[in-house]
């Protein structure tokens, strides 16, 4: 590891400012991405600000029905939260999915939110990766592309898959990002926060520099919904998704009245597929109607050397997930 500066924050203003005075400065909270890969050596921030005694750890439900979540509540925290397992299933479920039940009692909803690909090509140091040296090309394209890589949103620069479960159940529930910088506060649509590769690779999300995330707000639950969130992979635990589905559905009288779908696992960003839920609204809750908003939803998927099974595994993940819900 390299050596860098330290600095604890003791609010919001002091984190911001500070961090605006080195370049490739960098936050901390958890830190179980930030000091795995300063370890290998891909992030070498001069400066680290550790953030993880400011005030963002509460989580509070809001006169519209919306729920606030600090950016420091841990993903412990907030999976099993009365009011997160009551109304957002999908969430505490795709949260539970995810890691060790150490890492998740660190990690925080900020810092899943910034997580980084587990791409091996941007891990290593040394291949060629556009996300760790901008030019340099992509070697998973023609290389090793089975379990970490994309088969949406994809560019001819980038191909590695978002890791996150607990960003694909918010990309379903529908959500805003608050952040916090020296120009102010602001909000960002949690839809529009990370950013596909296309020709910037290296440009995963839509802060600015030394913006803070202070806290993500979930919009209002649907009324009489269910909601799931189905992760297939090669393991049972300790495992990112091959491919994932989170629904949440609203029935009346056995028809679809109200569905969002996202996916995970196949894409380069978490992947809201609203053709889908078009295609799904007013039919009949049944599995050929699940099936005909699968193929909807893996329109445009590009199929790479290793990984092309996602497309039918990612169709699977939707299909099951309908089926168990509208039973």
Known sequence: MRNFDYFRAANPDQAIATHAQTRGAAFLAGGTTLLDLMKIDIMRPPSVIDIHRLAFDQIETLADGRVRIGAMVSNTTLAYHPTIRADYAV???ALLSGATTQLRNKATTGGNVMQRVRCGYFRDGVSPCEKREPGSGCAAIDGQNRSVHAVLGTSKRCIAAHPS???????AIGATVSVQGPQGTREIDFLDFHLAPGDTPWKEHALADD????????DAPLRSSKSAYLKLR?????QFALASSAVIVVTADGAIQDVRIALGGVATKPWRAKHAELALKGRPATRDAFSDAAQVALQGAVAYAHNGYKIALAQQAIVRNLLSLTR
Not at 211 to 218: M, P, R, V
Request: hydrophobic share 50%; charged share 20%; proline share 0%.
């Open 91 to 93: 969430l505490s479920e």
């Open 165 to 171: 479960d607990m960003c694909v159940a918010m990309a």
């Open 211 to 218: 913006e803070l995330i202070t806290h993500i707000t979930l």
């Open 234 to 238: 090669d393991r049972a635990s300790y």
